[in-house]
């Protein structure tokens, strides 16, 4: 699937940077779910590819799923771009190359989700908001969310994250989990790159099975958990 919000370009040290940028809130839509997907498997596919870059757009990483299908009533539509946004964030942390964030601001609900599936997230030091304010929006997080939210966040900002849809900068996300380092905006992708062309020089069949040792039981549930939501039909409400 393809998108003119998606695109791809190959940097040094076998990186592959993919930019999202649909020139308004990098909301994930069907469309963008279904080219981020591509774009991994891309990398999967290429033996001249030993790492991805997930690239937002300029103050914005990403603010979570399209409010055109969350707000326009059709439950089986809401439904469905939840599980497929469930499967783009397990599709990332059990990617067999590494995945690197580049978050270059608000990153909100599932675009705080998308950060917590990438192996380091590099964010841009600007007064931002990320975070995970389902409960402050009248929703429940999804089962698949509260899986990679326990394995990824801090459990001493668990409760505050999760249940008290606490949002914060990029500085104290660091603490929560969300990120793993903050630099200056203009240096935000740049470092990204540094960083995944860094881990490219990991052994991929190692790092590809110790993925899966490390994250399989956390992968499996989340598989389970996505099924059962696409089985059911229906988006968690308060």
């Known amino acids: 699937m393809t998108t003119d919000a998606v695109t791809t370009e190959r940097r040094d040290g076998g990186v592959l940077v993919c930019h999202i940028d649909d020139g308004k809130a ?46 326009g009533g059709d439950i089986a539509a809401m439904s469905g771009l939840v599980s497929d946004g469930g499967d783009l964030v397990r599709t990332i942390y059990g990617a067999s190359v590494p995945v690197v964030a580049a978050c270059t601001g608000h990153a909100l609900a ?19 908001k990320i975070g995970l304010n389902e ?26 994250s999760v249940a008290n849809a606490r949002v ?35 052994n991929g069949r190692a790092y590809e099975g110790t993925v899966a040792k490390l994250r399989g039981e956390v992968l499996a549930a989340m598989e389970e958990e996505i099924a059962a939501d696409r089985a059911a039909g229906a988006v968690p409400t308060a």
């Open 26 to 71: 990098n909301a994930l839509s069907t469309d963008i779910i279904g080219a981020v997907t591509a774009a991994i498997a891309q990398a999967e596919a290429d033996d001249e590819i030993t790492s991805l870059v997930l690239h937002g757009r300029e103050g914005k990483f990403s603010a979570g799923f399209d409010l055109n299908v969350m707000r």
């Open 135 to 160: 409960v402050a929006i009248g929703m429940v997080l999804p089962d698949w969310a509260f899986t990679i939210a326990r394995a990824r966040l801090s459990n001493r900002h668990l409760q505050r």
């Open 110 to 128: 599932a675009g705080a989700l998308l950060l917590l599936g990438c192996d380091v997230r590099v964010g841009a030091d600007i007064d931002c």
């Open 168 to 202: 914060t900068n990029a500085a104290q996300a660091v603490d929560v989990g969300y990120l793993d380092e903050v630099v200056a905006v203009d240096e935000v992708l740049d470092t990204a790159v540094a960083r995944a062309a860094e881990l490219a020089g990991l």
